[in-house]
Nanobody, 125 residues
Framework: QVQLVESGGGSVQAGGSLRLSCAVS????????MGWFRQAPGKKREGVAA????????YYADSVKGRFTISQDNAKNTVSLQMNSLKPEDTAMYYC??????????????????WGRGTQVTVSS
């Protein structure tokens, strides 16, 4: 059974950085995509970034391009999200997810079968 456990959340001031990690256990096929999503109170869950090993593709939401970087360490079975230049609007619960490559539709939650419990990120102004 696949399990995803996020860590690295916390509270920072605007302009600061955080690095989120997702520890993956269980079998995930080689072509799977790993994604990061976030959900703020009262808002829908939205895709932040995804990395698909099979096709070597990475995807980012426009709101985080140039500030966030997703990376995978297959040897350690982890997926990380480096977040720089954080803004108050980045405040949300961040979730790690595993699924299939949706291409330009990568941010649809329906492409992801497995989800972590989330880690909270709070950015103060």
């Amino acid at each position: 059974q696949v399990q995803l456990v996020e860590s690295g959340g916390g509270s920072v001031q605007a302009g600061g950085s955080l690095r989120l990690s997702c520890a993956v256990s269980g079998y995930i096929y080689s072509g799977a995509c790993m994604g990061w999503f976030r959900q703020a109170p009262g808002k829908k869950r939205e895709g932040v970034a995804a990395a698909c090993t099979g096709g070597g593709s990475t995807y980012y939401a426009d709101s985080v391009k140039g500030r966030f970087t997703i990376s995978q360490d297959n040897a350690k079975n982890t997926v990380s999200l480096q977040m720089n230049s954080l803004k108050p609007e980045d405040t949300a619960m961040y979730y790690c997810a595993a699924g299939t490559d949706g291409g330009r539709l990568w941010s649809l939650t329906s492409y992801y079968n497995y989800w972590g419990r989330g880690t909270q990120v709070t950015v103060s102004s």
